[in-house]
Structures are given as structure tokens and as C-alpha cells.
């Protein structure tokens, strides 16, 4: 299994990027997904996941209004939208896959995943 992020970089606060996340290895549309991130100095967090079929998403609270997740079966993919990004949301940007088959969009309680290199996201002046 190969997660394969990219789409980060530097962006000033109150901008936008899209992460992508190519998926190779397992059937894509039976696994849920998700983002996860790693800020210095502190452990890995969830940000945002999707039920295996797209059908219910979760957002973490710091998140929520700002960042939008979607997946494409049809291009094995799972995107990141982020809007008006704050300093705070620096961080090691990873994404994740769901071990098990027709998961949920609550990452929390996943068994065990599938995880990316991550991509580094910077925001700055």
C-alpha cells in the first residue's frame, strides 16, 4: 500500500492550499481516509476523515468552516481543501488510510492505518 501526499508548502495567513493524497494498493473505495498532522514539538493529531463511500466526514473543532475533505474514486485520490489558514495550522500534513475495509469517518476508533510521508505546510508572513 502507497500513500503519496503533496500540495503543501508556504503560504501566508488567511490563504488557501489543496492537499492531495494518490492512493495505490488496496481498493480505494472500500477504505475510509483521512488527514492527520504533526505540528513541532507535539504529537500527531487528527484533522479531518471520510467514510469509505464519501458519505459522512469528520472535522476536527479547530478546523471546522475552514478545511473541506473530499475523495475521488475514480483518481484513487483524497483532497484537502484549506481556507483561511492561521499560523497554528503549521505542521507535517499526512494522510492516512484505514486498515480495515467500509470504515466510518471517526479515525478515532480506526484499527489501524495506512499512512503517508506526509507533506510539510507553512503558514507565515
Known amino acids: 500500500v502507497q500513500l503519496v501526499e503533496s500540495g503543501g508548502g508556504l503560504v501566508q495567513p488567511g490563504g488557501s492550499l489543496t492537499l492531495s493524497c494518490i492512493v495505490s494498493g488496496l481498493t480505494f473505495q472500500n477504505h475510509a481516509m483521512g488527514w492527520f498532522r504533526q505540528a513541532p514539538g507535539k504529537e500527531r493529531e487528527g484533522v479531518s476523515c471520510?467514510?469509505?463511500?464519501?458519505?459522512?466526514?469528520y472535522y476536527e473543532d479547530p478546523v471546522k468552516g475552514r478545511f473541506t475533505i473530499s475523495r475521488d474514486p475514480l483518481k484513487n485520490t483524497v483532497y484537502l481543501y484549506m481556507n483561511f489558514l492561521k499560523p497554528e495550522d503549521t505542521a507535517i500534513y499526512y494522510c492516512?488510510?484505514?486498515?480495515?475495509?467500509?470504515?466510518?469517518?471517526?479515525?478515532?476508533?480506526?484499527?489501524?492505518?495506512?499512512w503517508g510521508r506526509g507533506t510539510q505546510v507553512t503558514v507565515s508572513s
Open positions: 471520510i467514510r469509505y463511500d464519501g458519505a459522512n466526514k
Open positions: 492516512a488510510a484505514d486498515a480495515a475495509r467500509y470504515g466510518s469517518s471517526n479515525c478515532g476508533a480506526w484499527s489501524g492505518n495506512y
